[in-house]
């Protein structure tokens, strides 16, 4: 399925790369497991080969996939059913562990969403942190471009202000007044 050197994304965790195929001997029986490390925070994981559909491991998304995530990113129609932050909570965590990119963007547009209407519980607050990391980082890599770039957009789409932070080397010649 996976090659060493390809990237993968691995469900909550994000993109990944393969650094090894290893047999290891498990209750007297070989099983073969991809080794990825995890982009974002160096985090290793060993997948059984044999596991890896089950556990959702799958490739970087094509750019016919990218197109359908801004649609789901852009879709602002969707209906809420009252509940309560943790049953909302509950949900947005099993469509993240999906991994799937198409039930990440959905959670991450529906947090957006509800934020304008009310506060966001602080579980809710680092969920939408969570889902726009790793739908920022992916998207990055298969459309070829910069972090900042992707994220920016995303902010748009929901209308939040994106301020332009100077560079610190743009700092160092700006003229200061005392």
Sequence with gaps: MFDVGELAVYPAHGVGIIEAIEEKELGGA???FYVMRILENDMKIMIPKNNAGNVGLRAIISQKDVEEV???LEEKDVKFTPQTW???YREYMEKIKTGSIFDLAAVLRDLYILQKDKPLSFGE???LETAK???VKELSIAKNKKEEEIAQGIES???IEVSHVPAPEDLLDAEVEI
């Design 70 to 72: 801004y649609s789901i």
């Design 157 to 159: 789409i929901f209308g």
């Design 133 to 135: 990391g790793l739908l």
């Design 30 to 32: 070989k099983h073969i």
């Design 125 to 127: 607050r680092k969920m």
């Design 86 to 88: 943790n049953r909302r």
